[in-house]
């Protein structure tokens, strides 16, 4: 019979649960004129990466001898699971759950925050890493800690900036780009690509209906379905890792989530990682798996469609209405299914991930066409203003409010927009004028960062904004004409899109998709004619890629502010923790049977006395493990960054400060020799934080 043991590490928070999927950042640095590829994809998801001339990431080239030199790394960057909201769904609820997975992987990318890791790399490698060759982009998953923008407008659903949000990032990224500096040998990349048809589909095909027939007639879906791969060999020819980039949101784990989690490409990563290194805790890997987003803007994991489920009415269970995604003429019922939406969502995400881990598979699998050449990068700053916002139902142009309190309020909230910008943002009625509002500082950002990153003939449009389906497919086709037709790179060449990167700036559609006003043309803040000026920019800069280019950064606006010494927040500090009357930190309120013998399938479930997780984040550790006897010694085989475990925080009493924490394991399939035990570590505030440990009884797994 195995025997096993759970522990847990570090403070809890409140009502929280983690699933276990830790947020981390990603880093693979090469350097050949000192590329770093900054991409943040939150396991939360972010990585960095570092470029010849100009751009940030988590991985590095430079040619060394027809090589480059190649480094990985990862790093935690989870934050406070407890009493913070989630990027981008509004859940503020303080018993939201926590799950840590392991890849950076966050919402999107920040100007504050790529400001601090800039400032730290800048100041760790002197003219090494710099703002102009580093790239902060993400996975574009919604279950990760909130919080860390720089803008007020997203702020308000964490109650103002979540400093320690943000820090946790800014660590967690420096240290992956650390180890993937001191990781640094000669190494081989090579490029290909593969197509993954049920890993996405649509979310607004009637906009995308609005592009022009023989347009759309070039293409077989309404959507990309190819998964491009650039992979990382040692000198010797063994994989060390790959980017691999494919267009999906991360909303496989849906609004009514509680656990904080890396979603579909976080658990890609993990499923990679965890079949080539099967024996390595998740996060410890010496493979790494990078799955990156591209152009996400209408794409969607919800792969059966989207459904009405309004129990009692008519059309409870029907599809929801083709063009505005409502039910009954609103659009709280309308509910996308992922592919495994009868089991869980978890299922759903498990599924895509895995379509996404076929792909790679299948391309790791054959012979790339090896990369070789320049490592190149340009950046250059933007000022892009004219933003405006979406009102509430899809496909709507009128310039009739749904709401007509937003009549009365919006002019008192924000300044009214001139006539300017009402032309600027048509057909599209202008709810709350965020560009102009700068009070008590910006609301939404005006500057953007434009940066490309070049390794030989595969070229990434660091993008600050998600693209639609098509406006990506215009944006790559017109950069790559340009490539060729100025003899940067010849007829191989590739060109991939990397975002929501460094800066958000929301969506980017067609004009065409604009006019229709679904979410994403109604999102597109900078108006109808976004994408062209993108294409423009982007286009201008192409020879800054060249091989005999001087070096020289373009001509550029000025930095977007620094606004952290304006930051508001409104949240409290960790005020007490105390046990129960009777009880101290760590003691075993629900324990395990110790008489049953549990199999696979299982869950394992024990109770303890708890206190705040907020107290110490446990970056780069874990907040359990599940432990296993073995000759004598037990030794950890699973964390909070396994998918199989659960951590629950919850505060039972605010004005006592009591609190209790839930830990459950749900026994997979394998060889389990022992017994298997609970072993908690956390950490509580009372005058000061201390450390303590608690255990559950042994048990059996048979």
């Keep these: 019979m195995p025997l096993l043991q759970l522990y847990a590490v570090g403070p809890l928070t409140e009502n929280l649960n983690l699933h276990t999927l830790q ?47 190649l480094g990985l790394g990862i790093g935690d960057i989870t934050g406070p699971v407890v009493e913070t909201n989630m990027m981008n769904y509004k859940l503020a609820h303080a018993s939201a759950p926590f799950k840590k997975f392991r890849m950076t992987d966050i919402a999107m990318g920040d100007t504050g925050i790529r400001r601090s890791i800039v400032s730290q790399l800048s100041e760790l490698y002197p003219g090494l890493y710099t703002n102009e060759n580093i790239a902060l ?51 081989k990349l090579s490029l290909g690509n593969t197509t993954v048809v049920d890993g996405n589909a649509n979310r607004s095909p009637s906009a995308y209906l609005a592009n022009p027939a023989d347009e759309r007639a ?56 965890s079949m080539v290194e099967p024996s390595a805790m998740p996060g410890n890997s010496t ?3 990078g799955f990156t987003q591209s152009n996400v803007g209408d794409t969607s994991p919800n792969t059966l469609g989207a459904f009405c489920e309004s129990p009692g009415e008519d ?16 659009a709280q019922d309308c509910h996308g299914r992922g592919p495994g939406f009868r089991i869980s969502d978890f299922e759903s995400d498990r599924i895509i991930a895995q379509y996404q881990v076929d792909g790679a598979n299948t391309l790791m699998g054959q012979t790339l066409a090896p990369v070789s050449g320049s490592v190149r990068w340009m950046h250059t700053y933007l000022n892009i203003d004219g933003p405006g916002a979406f009102d509430f139902v899809q496909g709507d142009n009128s310039s009739q409010p749904q709401n007509p309190f937003w009549e009365i309020v919006k002019g008192a909230v924000t300044p009214q927009p001139n006539a300017q ?58 950069i790559r004409a340009q490539l060729i037709a100025g003899d940067v790179i010849g007829p191989d060449a ?10 958000y700036a929301h969506y980017v559609a067609t004009k065409e998709e604009y006019g229709v006003q679904r ?34 950064m373009p001509a550029s606006d000025p930095a977007p502010p620094d606004l952290s010494s304006e930051a508001i927040t409104l949240r409290t500090p960790v005020v007490l923790d105390s046990p129960p009357s009777g009880k101290n930190f760590g003691d075993v309120l629900a324990d395990v049977s110790t008489t049953t013998i549990y199999h696979a399938g299982d869950t394992v479930n024990v109770q303890f006395v708890g206190a705040n997780p907020r107290n110490n984040f446990r970056l780069e550790g874990t907040f359990l493990t599940v432990d296993q006897l073995v000759s004598g010694s037990w030794t950890a085989v699973r964390s909070d960054s396994h998918p199989s475990t659960t951590y629950q925080w919850n505060r039972t009493n605010t004005l006592t400060g009591t609190s209790t924490v839930n830990v459950t394991w749900t026994i997979e399939d394998g060889t389990w020799d022992l017994s298997d035990i609970v072993l908690w570590r956390l950490e509580a505030l009372f005058g000061s934080i201390t450390s303590f440990t608690s255990q559950s009884s042994e048990f059996t797994v048979g």
């Design 519 to 552: 979410y994403e043309g109604a999102s597109t803040i900078f108006g109808q004619y976004t994408l062209d000026a993108y294409i423009d920019k982007y286009g201008s800069l192409v020879s800054f890629l060249a091989d005999n280019a001087t070096g020289a």
């Design 218 to 273: 070039k293409y077989q879906y309404n959507q990309d379905k190819d998964l491009t791969l650039l992979r990382f060999d040692d000198a010797s020819g063994k994989a060390r890792g790959f980017l691999s980039f494919y267009p999906v949101h991360g909303t496989s784990l849906y609004e009514n989530n509680t656990l904080i989690s890396g979603d579909n490409k976080g658990m890609a990563a993990y499923l990679y990682e």
């Design 287 to 289: 493979f790494v798996a």
């Design 23 to 69: 947020n981390s950042m990603r880093a693979f640095v090469g350097l050949t004129n000192r590329v770093v590829f900054g991409l943040a994809a939150f396991f939360a998801s972010a990585s960095v990466f570092s470029a010849g001339s100009g751009s940030q990431a988590a991985f590095g080239v430079q040619p060394v001898a027809a090589q480059y030199l």
């Design 494 to 503: 590739y060109v991939v899109i990397a975002g929501p990167a460094n800066t």
């Design 421 to 478: 910008q009402t032309a600027c943002q048509s057909p599209k009625p202008i709810l709350l004028n965020t560009g102009y509002a700068h009070t008590p500082y910006n609301w939404s950002p005006d500057t953007v960062d434009i940066q490309m990153l070049r390794v030989g003939n595969f070229v990434m449009l660091i993008m600050p904004g998600e693209l639609t389906t098509m406006a990506g497919r215009r944006l790559r086709d017109a």
């Design 137 to 187: 982009v993400s996975t574009h998953q919604h279950s990760g800690v909130g919080g860390y923008l720089e803008d007020l407008l997203p702020q308000i659903t964490s109650l103002g900036y979540v400093k320690e949000t943000a820090d946790a990032i800014v660590q967690g990224t420096v240290r992956a780009v650390q180890q993937a500096h001191a990781s640094l040998a000669p190494g």
């Design 315 to 330: 059309y409870d269970g029907q599809a929801c209405d083709f063009n505005s995604s409502t039910c009954g003429g609103t």
